[in-house]
């Protein structure tokens, strides 16, 4: 079973919750409190964190905040129907993927797997190198280097680099990325992965010559400026 750890203070969402992803394979570790929600989080081993973002004690944004400073457990944040700035600064500190509430449970179910699939080792046992200019990326070990440097990447930043990674210096759609980060289509309006890609982008470094690695191409998708594959 995966261990996941509900932190959100609607009791009774927590128990509809709890109720209808136990059947599907799920521990539930249910926190009510910032505070407390933060501590089980660094203390117990869980597999991913839902976290919502009103919470009594420290609210979510400040618990996703110290866990991501200490932890690379996945986070799925919970927020509030039409509350896009919550979104996006869940994103930028961050989170994996979000849902707005109210939503429905078979949503939720299918962003968790989602979420969970992303963050799974690769149990091939030939690792595979991927190497753009001065970017190295190791598929097995799961581990990014810059100019020689380890870069600390989230789940959802790794396949955004691995699908660049494999087509540099060429365009890849918001759609094609999207389903290799995110494993699903985007809304119409939907922001998550440029913030993604944002965030990638600001870890990752300028070039030598100060210009951005990825590039955006307005309408048409993202570009990762590097040599081609060795």
Known sequence: MHRILLLDDDTELCELLTEYL???????????????????ALSSPVELVLLDVM??????????RELRARSPVPVLMLTAKGDEIDRIVGLELGADDYL???????????RMRAVLRRGERSEAPAAELLTAGDIEMDLGSRSVRVAGKEA????VEFKLLE????????????????MAALER???????SLDVHV????????????????????RSEGYLLACAAIR
Do not use: Y
């Open 163 to 178: 699908a660049l990674l494999r087509s540099p210096g060429k365009v890849v759609s918001r759609e094609k990325l999207s």
């Open 152 to 155: 600390e990447l989230t789940s």
């Open 55 to 64: 919470l009594p004690g420290k609210n979510g944004f400040d618990v996703l």
């Open 100 to 110: 707005p509430k109210p939503f429905n449970p078979r949503e939720l179910l299918a």
């Open 22 to 40: 136990r059947p599907e394979g799920f521990e539930i570790i249910v926190v009510h409190d910032g505070e407390e929600g933060l501590a089980a």
């Open 198 to 217: 944002s965030n990638l982008r600001r870890k990752l470094g300028p070039t030598d010559d100060g210009a951005p690695r990825i590039r955006t191409l």
């Open 185 to 191: 289509t985007l809304g119409p309006f939907e922001r």
